[in-house]
């Protein structure tokens, strides 16, 4: 909670920033919450936490937003990441992806975590990449697939995935393989 707050107070030091927060529960004792804000100036200022029993991590980061076409859109973001237990302290590379094309809509974060501190091991995550089309005004179908790569073992997610809409942002769940685990994810939109 402190770190959505602190995020909150710096977004507001960007020029026109665009920002989304982000709040995922699930069927697990997954939690996560995240600000990600976009200046203007293509600026990017991110934070998040990501908890699960025994690891709860923090996440914050400064990235620049690439757009090469209109309908594609990347942001490589470099974090500082510091988790409760382990000691955990070290650098994440991320690069958070979209495209858009007609009905079509995917987005990803995908990100390598190098432990600087402490003994958390080092690992690589795609959470999630979602591939969704636009069925209706409010509603979207796809599916969400995602995995975690730490000490050797793979841990792949994949499940479909329902969207809703609205004028505040949308609404989405998935149910995911792997570690069969119900997901419902709340992401607000605020445009300044």
């Known amino acids: 909670m402190k770190t959505l707050v602190m995020l909150f107070a710096l977004a507001a030091c960007l020029p026109a920033a ?30 998040y936490y990501i908890g699960n029993p025994g690891a709860n991590e923090t996440n914050i980061g400064l990235g620049y937003q690439l757009k090469p076409k209109p309908s594609v859109t990347f942001i490589p973001v470099l974090y500082v990441t510091g988790g409760k237990e382990k000691g955990q302290r070290g650098a994440k590379l991320a690069l958070i992806l979209g495209w858009e094309k007609g009905e079509y809509k995917a987005s990803g974060y995908l990100a390598r975590y190098q432990r600087v501190a402490g003994t958390a091991a080092n690992y690589l995550v795609l959470d999630t990449f979602d591939a969704t089309r636009v069925l209706s005004k409010h509603w979207e179908a796809g599916a969400s697939f995602g995995f975690l790569q730490q000490t050797g073992k793979w841990n792949p997610q994949y499940g479909p995935l329902a969207k809703l809409n609205d004028k505040l942002g949308y609404t ?18 605020i445009k300044r």
Do not use: H, K, W
């Open 18 to 47: 665009d920002c989304t927060l982000e709040l995922r529960g699930s069927s697990t004792q997954y939690r996560y919450a995240d600000v990600l804000c976009i200046g203007t100036n293509n600026l990017v200022l991110d934070a």
């Open 172 to 189: 989405s769940v998935s149910y995911r393989f792997g570690v069969r685990e119900l997901r419902v994810s709340r992401v607000f939109v």
